[in-house]
Structures are given as structure tokens and as C-alpha cells.
């Protein structure tokens, strides 16, 4: 008898164990607001310069619901971020989590300096930036945020000219025929400004379809015939037609000046334009998916969210990672800053920000994420950028050739960079 009542005592013990330890892992396992408290530590690069306190905010809002989680935010300004990042990771002294650009994330990803991010939600996420995130199936970064390119023109001069506005329709051959049509308004009023450097040309490449790299990113595909047509209707602009301004018919002034001083007819440039052209412009101006040639591609820029593999709490790391690019607390924040636009999947959640104008075509920026082309990066994406850079400036001043300056170009990436 009393070993039985000694063995019923045992037991039920041992059930109240099991279920104690159960909960405890279910609590801690979700990053919930009962786990143990912990402090992470976040730095980023794309608040600084106006944006602190927004992302102050959203720390707030995200602390709320879960105040177990504290987050020290660091902020550090672009010119000096990826340097410092690059010394903190080569000496183990890098944050819990930091922000990346997805120029410097493959390299980051290939190195095997970033952790994956799982055990979280994260289908709120919009699936092309949350896949150029994704390397072999393998998710180690999580778009924070997205902006791209469309097609700002000026109302004003295209009245006058006698042009239609731009249409989601237009090709590459309507865009050339109007900013003939408004060169012709005088000697100092020019139909477009688009400039020839690289970031321009993977984007116009895709839009003549061509690519810089074929499928598998195994070998460049510069010198293409298709490459080729898309680089010279860039320098022609210039060269031929002269409906883009020379560097000396600039006269020292950047795009964005000119446009704003209304000599321009038309940019195309990052939606990020909007609140200094509103500020900067005395004339009527609004906004159109970018034509192309055989398709249309649009540029999409996007930065991310990524996980040291050595934090010591990855799964609270991970939540707030997840929190702030996909919760709708955080992009309600973000989007009554006027900044960037979250990544989100549901375009209805991002429904606020097609109320503010100017432009009046805000509807245009979603209508270009049909169209998204991402930059084709690879380990040595800074080189590769600055060799066809160089030899597109050649091209556009009228030294070589376009057909020589690409050829050059192909040489030059495939004697210094190795792919695959």
C-alpha cells in the first residue's frame, strides 16, 4: 500500500514536471512576451540623416509587444557603415542583427557571415524582395524596405511641345519622339537626362532583353547584340539626337537641378524624388512606368535585415528582425514618415501612401513592381559595376565606340572576376 501510494506521487510529479518544462519551451521558443528578457543589439545605416526617431518609434511599438526583447539601436551614417561593418565581422565584434544593401549582401551570404533567418513569420513579406534575399534556399536576409524608378516628367513643357503625356504603353521609340519634340522648345531646354552609368544600364539592358550575365551566373554576357542596341540608344541621347544634355551643356548642374530649374522634360529616377521635387518644382509634374524597348524592367532597390550566426539569441533576434520589415505597426510608422516603402505583399496596407501628391499617377509605382529587375549580383558586384561603369563613360564622352567599349568590358570582367 504505501508503495503504491509512493509510486502515484512519483508520478503525478513527473507529469507537472513535463508540463512545466513544456510551457517554458513553448514561451521561450516563440520570442513571446513571457520569455526571458534579453538585449539585442540592431545597427543600421538608412535612418540616419532624418529617420532616427522613426525608427525609435518603431522600436517602441515593437517593445510593447514584446517588452522581454530590449533592442540598442545603433546608427551610423553610409559613407561610414559598410567599413566599420567589415572591420566588426573580420574581428567578431559585429551587433546581435544589422542592415545590409543588397549590393554588399551576396557577399556577406557567400562568405558564410550571415545566420538564416527562420522560425518566424514572414509571409507578409513581398515575395521578389524577400527572394533576392535568398541564396540556395537558404533565407539570411529579410527585406527591410523598397523603392525603384519610374518616369518623372514636366506637365508644363510637354504642353507646350504638343506631346501627349507619358502612357504605361509607351515604348522606348514614343519616349525618343517626345523629348525630340521638347528639345526643340530652345537651345537650353533638353527632352530627358538618364544617366549612362551602370546602375542605368542593367536595367535598359533588361528592357532591350539582354542581360549582363547569363541564367546561371556562370558567364558574362556584356558584349551581347542586345546589350549593344540598349547601350547606344543611351549614347545616341547624347551624341546623335542631342536630346540629352553633354557635360558641357550641364554646365555644372545635376539632374535634379535641371529638371527642377524646368529645362527638362523628363527622369527617369527613384521615387525617393518625390518630396524635393514637390518642395523644388514651379511647375506641373507627375509620374509614368518607364517604357521599354522589347519589355519593360524597372529598377527595384531594396535593403535588408540580416542575422549574425554568432548572437547568442537568435530566436528573439529573429522576431524582431521579422517585426519590423513585415508587421503592420511598423510600416504604418514608416509610411506617416514619408519613408521608404515597406516590403509588404499587401499593396492594400500600403493604401496611405497613394493619398499624398503630388505626383497624381502614384498608382504608377506599384504598377512598375510588375516589372522588377534586380542588379545581378555576385561576390565581386563592386568591381563588375566599376569596370562597366568605366567603359560606359568612355562610350557617352565619344572615345570608344559602344561597341568597343562593351567588348573591352566583357574582357576585362572575365580576366579579373572569377563566377560560379
Known amino acids: 500500500m504505501k508503495k503504491s501510494k509512493l509510486f502515484s506521487l512519483i508520478s503525478c510529479l513527473l507529469v507537472a514536471v513535463m508540463l512545466f518544462t513544456a510551457c517554458g519551451a513553448q514561451n521561450g521558443g516563440n520570442g513571446g512576451n513571457e520569455s526571458e528578457e534579453v538585449t539585442i543589439k540592431y545597427c543600421n545605416f538608412n535612418s540616419s540623416g532624418g529617420n532616427e526617431e522613426t525608427l525609435q518609434k518603431m522600436y517602441e511599438a515593437f517593445h510593447e509587444e514584446y517588452p522581454n526583447i530590449t533592442v540598442e ?4 551614417g553610409y559613407d561610414d557603415y559598410f567599413t566599420q561593418m ?42 521578389t524582395a524577400l527572394n533576392a534575399f535568398n541564396v540556395k534556399g537558404v533565407q539570411y536576409g529579410l527585406p527591410e524596405s523598397f523603392s525603384n524608378v519610374v518616369l518623372i516628367y514636366n506637365k508644363d513643357l510637354f504642353d507646350k511641345a504638343g506631346v501627349a503625356y507619358p502612357t504605361a504603353d509607351w515604348t522606348q521609340a514614343d519616349l525618343q519622339k517626345a523629348a525630340e519634340a521638347i528639345r ?22 533588361a528592357q532591350y532583353g539582354g542581360s549582363l550575365l547569363n541564367e546561371d551566373k556562370t558567364e558574362f554576357t556584356i558584349n551581347s547584340e542586345a546589350n549593344i542596341k540598349a ?3 543611351l549614347v545616341d541621347r547624347v551624341l546623335v539626337s542631342n536630346v540629352q544634355p553633354n557635360t558641357v551643356q550641364q554646365g555644372g548642374m545635376g539632374d535634379w537641378d535641371m529638371f ?7 527622369i527617369p529616377t527613384g521615387i525617393w524624388a518625390f518630396q524635393t521635387f514637390t518642395e523644388g518644382c514651379n511647375f506641373n509634374w507627375d509620374i509614368a512606368v518607364e517604357p521599354g524597348d522589347t519589355q519593360k ?44 516603402l515597406p516590403a509588404l505583399a499587401d499593396m492594400d496596407a500600403l493604401s496611405s501612401y497613394l493619398s499624398i501628391t503630388p505626383p497624381e499617377n502614384r498608382e ?15 561576390e565581386d558586384y563592386a568591381l563588375m559595376s566599376d569596370i562597366i561603369g568605366q567603359y560606359l563613360e568612355k562610350a557617352a564622352s565619344g572615345v570608344m565606340s559602344v561597341t568597343d567599349a562593351l567588348n573591352a568590358a566583357q574582357a576585362d570582367c572575365v580576366a579579373q572576376i572569377k563566377l560560379g
Open 73 to 76: 539601436i545603433e546608427t551610423i
Open 86 to 127: 567589415q572591420t566588426r565581422v573580420a574581428g567578431d565584434t559585429a551587433p546581435d542583427c544589422y542592415e545590409l544593401n543588397i549590393e554588399n549582401f551576396a557577399a556577406y551570404a557567400n562568405k558564410g557571415q550571415l545566420a538564416e533567418i527562420s522560425g518566424v513569420d514572414v509571409s507578409g513579406l513581398n515575395e
Open 184 to 205: 526643340a522648345l530652345g537651345d537650353d531646354i533638353f527632352g530627358i537626362w538618364q544617366p549612362i552609368t551602370y546602375n542605368e544600364f542593367f536595367k535598359v539592358v
Open 231 to 233: 547601350a547606344q540608344a
Open 260 to 266: 527642377m530649374s524646368g529645362k527638362l522634360g523628363m
Open 297 to 340: 524592367a524597372t529598377h527595384f532597390f531594396s535593403n535588408c535585415v540580416v542575422m549574425n550566426p554568432k548572437t547568442e539569441h537568435p530566436q528573439e533576434t529573429a522576431t524582431w528582425l521579422a517585426w519590423l520589415t513585415s508587421s503592420t505597426k511598423s510600416a504604418d510608422i514608416r509610411l506617416a514618415a514619408g519613408w521608404d
Open 364 to 378: 504608377a509605382v506599384f504598377e512598375s513592381l510588375n516589372y522588377l529587375v534586380m542588379p545581378p549580383v555576385i
